[in-house]
Antibody
């Protein structure tokens, strides 16, 4: 079983930047596609981004394209989400999750990002 | 984007009784490889989502056999044969056949 631990969330002003991290346990990380999914307070789940196991083929939701960048460091077993030009509507709990044959089989506990002045 | 619609949005059930949640997509979820990438997730209060069912009907590791999935094409169902107290939470269907991955609005399961 893979364990995922997100960090890096916090309070940021509109227009600001933040980098989220997702630390993974186990050797399976480097072979896994990875995703970020977010959930606004009291709302449902929204897919944000995906990256292939070798760091290639990053994809983004239209709502974050051009502002967010997904990356990974397989040597450190860590996934990242670089978030720029943050808006109030980006306020959410951000989860990382592993992709396993086109499903999301393991999820972290999430990290809360609050965009507010 | 594929739109996923769940019904009902709220489901009060009696302990020990069955429960059923429907999920409909606005386009076929059959992938070019022939598989249908429809999953069901459970989110207990204050917890992250947890995978229950993948590829319509396959139970993930550790998921009790009272959970079952069925369906094809654009219509899918999650059934709980006998609801237990630990099943309280929100259930989401999710499609990963096509990016962006999309989720249903969620169905809140509560004990009556």
């Amino acid at each position: 079983e893979v364990q995922l631990v997100e960090s890096g969330g916090g309070l940021v002003q509109p227009g600001g930047s933040l980098r989220l991290s997702c630390a993974a346990s186990g050797s399976a990380f480097s072979a896994s596609w990875m995703h970020w999914v977010r959930q606004s307070p009291g709302e449902g789940l929204v897919w944000v981004s995906r990256i292939h196991s070798d760091g290639s083929n990053a994809k983004y939701a239209d709502s974050v394209k051009g502002r967010f960048t997904i990356s990974r460091d397989n040597a450190k077993n860590t996934l990242y989400l670089h978030m720029n030009s943050l808006r109030a509507e980006d306020t959410a709990v951000y989860y990382c999750a592993t992709d396993w044959f086109y499903t999301l089989n393991y999820w972290g506990q999430g990290t809360l990002v609050t965009v507010s002045s | 984007d594929i739109v996923m619609t769940q019904t009902p949005l709220s489901s009060p059930v009696i302990l020990g009784q069955p429960a059923s949640i429907s999920c409909r997509s606005d386009q076929s979820l059959v992938h070019s490889d022939g598989n249908t990438y429809l999953s069901w997730l459970q989110q207990r209060p204050g917890q992250p989502p947890r995978l229950l069912i993948y590829k319509i009907s396959s139970r993930f590791s550790g998921v009790p056999d009272r959970f079952s999935g069925s369906g094809a094409g654009t219509d899918f169902t999650l059934k709980i044969s006998r609801v237990e107290a630990e099943d309280v939470g929100v259930y989401y269907c999710m499609q990963a056949t096509q990016l962006p991955i999309t989720f249903g609005q969620g169905t809140r399961l509560e004990i009556k």
